[in-house]
């Protein structure tokens, strides 16, 4: 089983609909969480962090439910530049990173 | 303007001949890491260091080398390459060890013939 496990997508939305991402992880010594965004050939960016109670940054939304072991990234009203694939990071310990394969997002017209 | 700087961004080799990736950053972090990115697998971690002369290994170190002799550089060493280690790579770093934001290079795309 994969540390970190996303659904890949795609998910292929218009223009103002709602989405919502899910992310497990197996390693219940998990202690710092992060959605990032990768767009086409291009490097990782981080998006948000994740906290226990939950935070919102503008249109976007982050949970954590540490209890069934996911954390979630929904996407309000999208946006054409909203395109991209996001990436769920999970800190293990203070060294290790693990990264989910990513799930790909494509907002249309 | 803070940023993390990989060269080559593109390489074409052939197997056994020796290359390595450099990596600069200019925000003083003392956290860097490499990491290689295949379709399906996501990041993978290869070594990552905590501070000048302080390496370890990451989750896919075999074929690699690195080294730590200044807070600002962390190369990546391939001493033979071979065709599975065709990838996408990336340097990263960050202000505290693996726990907050990481600052990503552009890749830089390898391929082994």
């Known amino acids: 089983r994969k540390e970190v496990e996303q659904d890949p997508g795609p998910f292929n939305v218009p223009e103002g609909a709602t989405v919502a991402f899910n992310c497990t992880y197996s390693?219940?010594?998990?202690?710092?969480f992060f959605w990032y965004r990768q767009d086409c050939r291009k490097e990782p960016k981080l998006l948000m962090s994740?906290?226990?109670s939950g935070n919102e940054d503008g249109r976007f939304t982050a949970q954590l439910n540490r209890a069934s072991q996911y954390i979630s990234l929904l996407i309000r009203d999208s946006k054409l530049s909203d395109s991209a694939t996001y990436l769920c990071?999970?800190?293990?310990?203070?060294?290790?990173?693990?990264f989910g394969a990513g799930t790909r997002l494509t907002v249309k017209p | 303007e803070a940023q993390v700087t990989q060269n080559p961004r593109y390489l074409i080799t052939v197997t056994g001949k020796k290359l390595t990736v450099t990596c600069s950053q200019n925000?003083?972090?003392?956290?860097m890491s490499w990491y290689r990115q295949d379709p399906g697998l996501g990041l993978r971690q290869i070594y990552y260091?905590?501070?000048?002369?302080?390496?370890d290994k990451g989750d896919v170190p075999e074929g690699y080398k690195v080294s730590r002799k200044e807070k600002r550089n962390f190369p990546l060493i391939l001493e033979s390459p071979s065709p599975n280690q065709t990838s996408l790579y990336f340097c990263?770093?960050?202000?505290?060890?693996?726990?907050?934001?990481?600052?990503f290079g552009e890749g830089s795309r390898l391929t082994v013939l």
């Open positions: 990071v999970v800190n293990i310990n203070n060294n290790d990173m693990r």
């Open positions: 925000m003083n972090h003392e956290y």
């Open positions: 990263a770093s960050g202000p505290t060890g693996g726990t907050g934001e990481l600052f």
């Open positions: 994740v906290y226990s």
């Open positions: 390693n219940s010594a998990s202690q710092s």
């Open positions: 260091s905590m501070n000048v002369e302080v390496t």
